[in-house]
């Protein structure tokens, strides 16, 4: 089988606030299935869902209790079988979330690991004695805790990555690593299409227990933790087992039939995500690139994210596009609502080389939630409580999650359908204009234009497979962005205006064909935020005056 993965579109959904089917306010599996139809009608290949694993919820499913069956408040492992079947019947994929790095202080093995010190289970685990009544070392968790937990009953410390109920899994250990390769093949199984490897570059921390060294950087940034909070963490991320792990668990994957692939959650320079991804692109076939998260809307901006993934990652490399997800503010968000701006970020994702994936919601417009500090449910936000939100908002540091998992926006009903009691989290505001029902009976909407850029993209093998460089002619402007793509004997031209003036654009249409424009107005004028899709002719000859 090819490998598919490389030509695909992903949709990240996350699940409590997608669709609730039975009222409780909560989204679900049932809910999920209900939408595929959506979905597919979107133009979207494969969708990847955050945990739905038994969970006690209070890091909202990334604290995994079991792997083999499905918390209560999603559903019940037979309707995840049915929603990998309802995916495949519509010729879609699905992947699931893999939490590898933790799981939850509730989880079996650790329940028996914490309580003595011979227990058979206690080297699933990282446990260490204290040093003079202090933990063994300075480690700090990626954010930015002491990640030792000093444990009352067998007086030792568990190391935790992230947050304290989070006990980190001991990879050293062969029993751990088997378990988890069990997990993912049990998955496998059943007929995941892939997994989303959460904290993937955290698994492994050094066996020498050594004091990370001092580090200048305090904030961590969405494509740098491994200089956070004055420490460089040298001896909790990135660590060379951890490359090694991702070649070992890409040749597990590769033994199916039906060609899963591995996303990474991973983070640092070019370097080290190529740590991850293998000289051959034999390990993880792909990572998270996260400097879109922080993007300028601006055209030097993108065209230095393109130029830059061509030098460092080339084909057979594949680069990702990622705007945003669970734990990021909202891309439309940092560019005022602007629909218009939305939609040529959209443009771009779309038609670059390499893996776009769209956070649900994205596609419509919809905006960051309005909850403080304070009210925020997310326990990052509960472990902030005392930062004021205009502080982490001057700092630009992002403290409460809930506000990027505001439930989904179907129509303008009650709690925008999506769902019938008082949703978990408050609905974002504008939702009586932005939502699917709405704005699918418009055809200028932001998402019909994700419809028509995804029908075009599957459609046109140039877009997924081709090669990308700039144009030439227009690669010093400052508000304009052009790119070409090429596939055999076959051209797409890309043109993005960024500017808040409409550009002329000047081709010779005997030998290029409009195949889109996001704007309806004058062929050579490119208005303001708007792009415009360009083909070659396939042959001159057929075209007279
Ligand atoms: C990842 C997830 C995040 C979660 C954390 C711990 O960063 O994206 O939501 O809280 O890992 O599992
Ligand atoms: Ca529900």
Same mark, same amino acid.
């Given at each position: 089988?090819?490998?598919?993965?490389?030509?695909?579109? +992903?949709?990240?959904i996350y699940p409590r606030s997608y669709q609730d089917s039975n009222g409780d306010g909560i989204g679900d599996i049932k809910g999920i299935i209900s939408r $595929?139809?959506?979905?597919?009608? $979107?133009?979207?290949?494969?969708?990847?869902i955050s945990?739905m694993?038994? &969970?006690?919820?209070?890091?909202f499913g %990334?604290?995994?209790?079991?792997?083999?069956?499905?918390?209560?408040i999603f559903g019940?492992?037979?309707?995840?079988?049915?929603?990998? !079947?309802?995916? /495949? @019947?519509?010729?879609?994929?699905?992947?699931?979330?893999?939490?590898?790095?933790?799981? #939850?202080?509730?989880?079996?093995?650790?329940?028996? &690991?914490?309580?003595?010190?011979?227990?058979?289970?206690?080297? %699933?685990?990282?446990?260490?004695?204290?040093?003079?009544?202090?933990?063994?070392?300075?480690?700090?968790?990626?954010?930015?805790?002491?990640?030792?937990?000093?444990?009352?009953?067998?007086?030792? %410390?568990?190391?935790?990555?992230?947050?304290?109920?989070?006990?980190?899994? @001991?990879?050293?250990?062969? !029993?751990?690593?088997?378990?988890?390769?069990?997990?993912?093949?049990?998955?496998?199984?059943?007929?995941?299409?892939?997994?989303?490897?959460?904290?993937?570059?955290?698994?492994? !921390?050094?066996?020498?227990?050594?004091?990370?060294?001092?580090?200048?950087?305090?904030?961590?940034?969405?494509?740098?933790?491994?200089?956070?909070?004055?420490?460089?963490?040298?001896?909790?991320?990135?660590?060379?087992? @951890?490359?090694?792990?991702?070649?070992?668990?890409? #040749?597990?994957?590769?033994? %199916?039939? /039906?060609?899963?692939?591995? +996303?990474?959650?991973?983070?640092?320079?070019?370097?080290?995500?190529?740590?991850?991804?293998?000289?051959?692109?034999?390990?993880?076939?792909?990572?998270?690139?996260?400097?879109?998260?922080?993007?300028?809307?601006?055209?030097?901006?993108?065209?230095?994210?393109?130029?830059?993934?061509?030098?460092?990652?080339?084909?057979?490399?594949?680069?990702?596009?990622?705007?945003?997800? /669970?734990?990021?503010?909202?891309?439309?968000?940092?560019?005022?609502?602007?629909?218009?701006?939305?939609?040529?970020?959209?443009?771009?994702?779309?038609?670059?080389?390499?893996?776009? +994936? +769209?956070?649900y919601?994205?596609?419509?417009?919809?905006?960051?939630?309005?909850?403080?500090?304070?009210?925020?449910?997310?326990?990052?936000?509960?472990?902030?409580?005392?930062?004021?939100?205009?502080?982490?908002?001057?700092?630009?540091?992002?403290?409460?999650?809930?506000?990027?998992r505001t439930p989904m926006?179907w129509?303008?009903?009650?709690n925008?359908g999506f769902t019938?009691?008082?949703p978990w989290l408050?609905?974002?505001?504008?939702?009586?204009?932005?939502?699917?029902?709405?704005?699918?009976?418009?055809?200028?909407?932001?998402?019909? /234009?994700?419809?028509?850029?995804?029908?075009?993209?599957?459609?046109?093998?140039?877009?997924?497979?081709? &090669?990308?460089?700039?144009?030439?002619?227009?690669?010093?402007?400052?508000?304009?962005?052009?790119?070409?793509?090429?596939?055999?004997?076959?051209?797409?031209?890309?043109?993005?205006?960024?500017?808040?003036?409409?550009?002329?654009?000047?081709?010779?249409?005997?030998?290029?064909?409009?195949?889109?424009?996001?704007?309806?107005?004058?062929?050579?004028?490119?208005?303001?935020?708007?792009?415009?899709?360009?083909?070659?002719?396939?042959?001159?000859?057929?075209?007279?005056?």
């Amino acid at each position: 089988m090819k490998q598919w993965w490389k030509q695909t579109t +992903i949709y990240q959904i996350y699940p409590r606030s997608y669709q609730d089917s039975n009222g409780d306010g909560i989204g679900d599996i049932k809910g999920i299935i209900s939408r $595929l139809d959506y979905l597919k009608d $979107l133009g979207i290949e494969t969708i990847w869902i955050s945990p739905m694993y038994v &969970s006690p919820q209070k890091d909202f499913g %990334y604290d995994i209790a079991d792997y083999y069956h499905m918390d209560p408040i999603f559903g019940t492992v037979k309707e995840a079988f049915a929603l990998i !079947k309802a995916v /495949h @019947n519509r010729k879609m994929k699905i992947v699931f979330d893999m939490v590898l790095n933790h799981t #939850s202080d509730e989880h079996a093995w650790f329940q028996e &690991s914490r309580s003595s010190t011979t227990n058979p289970k206690r080297d %699933y685990y990282i446990w260490k004695k204290g040093k003079n009544g202090a933990p063994p070392n300075n480690w700090i968790s990626m954010v930015g805790k002491p990640g030792w937990n000093y444990d009352e009953k067998t007086k030792e %410390y568990y190391y935790s990555n992230f947050l304290s109920f989070q006990p980190d899994l @001991n990879y050293r250990n062969p !029993k751990v690593k088997e378990e988890m390769f069990n997990v993912m093949r049990f998955w496998m199984d059943k007929g995941v299409d892939g997994f989303r490897l959460d904290i993937f570059n955290s698994i492994y !921390k050094d066996e020498s227990f050594k004091d990370n060294p001092f580090s200048i950087r305090y904030l961590p940034t969405p494509d740098n933790n491994d200089e956070a909070y004055f420490q460089e963490k040298k001896y909790t991320l990135n660590l060379p087992e @951890n490359f090694k792990l991702a070649k070992e668990v890409r #040749s597990l994957v590769e033994k %199916y039939r /039906h060609k899963p692939f591995l +996303i990474g959650e991973v983070s640092g320079d070019d370097k080290t995500l190529k740590g991850f991804l293998g000289e051959k692109v034999d390990g993880l076939n792909l990572v998270f690139q996260f400097e879109l998260i922080e993007f300028k809307f601006r055209a030097d901006f993108f065209r230095r994210i393109l130029l830059n993934n061509e030098i460092e990652f080339p084909a057979p490399f594949l680069p990702t596009y990622v705007f945003g997800n /669970h734990d990021q503010k909202r891309s439309i968000s940092k560019i005022d609502g602007h629909l218009e701006k939305a939609k040529l970020l959209a443009f771009f994702q779309l038609t670059a080389r390499g893996i776009p +994936i +769209i956070y649900y919601g994205e596609e419509i417009g919809l905006l960051e939630g309005n909850i403080s500090n304070q009210e925020g449910l997310d326990p990052i936000a509960r472990q902030n409580r005392w930062v004021p939100d205009w502080l982490s908002k001057f700092l630009g540091i992002y403290l409460n999650r809930d506000n990027c998992r505001t439930p989904m926006s179907w129509d303008d009903s009650a709690n925008n359908g999506f769902t019938s009691s008082k949703p978990w989290l408050p609905l974002s505001s504008d939702t009586k204009n932005r939502n699917v029902e709405i704005e699918s009976k418009n055809p200028s909407s932001i998402l019909n /234009h994700y419809k028509s850029l995804l029908r075009i993209r599957n459609k046109e093998r140039t877009l997924r497979e081709g &090669s990308i460089g700039l144009i030439d002619k227009w690669k010093e402007e400052k508000d304009l962005l052009a790119y070409e793509r090429e596939w055999e004997d076959s051209k797409i031209q890309v043109y993005l205006n960024f500017g808040n003036f409409p550009r002329e654009i000047y081709f010779d249409e005997a030998e290029y064909e409009i195949l889109y424009k996001s704007y309806v107005a004058d062929t050579f004028l490119l208005q303001s935020y708007s792009g415009m899709l360009l083909k070659k002719r396939k042959s001159k000859k057929w075209f007279s005056k």
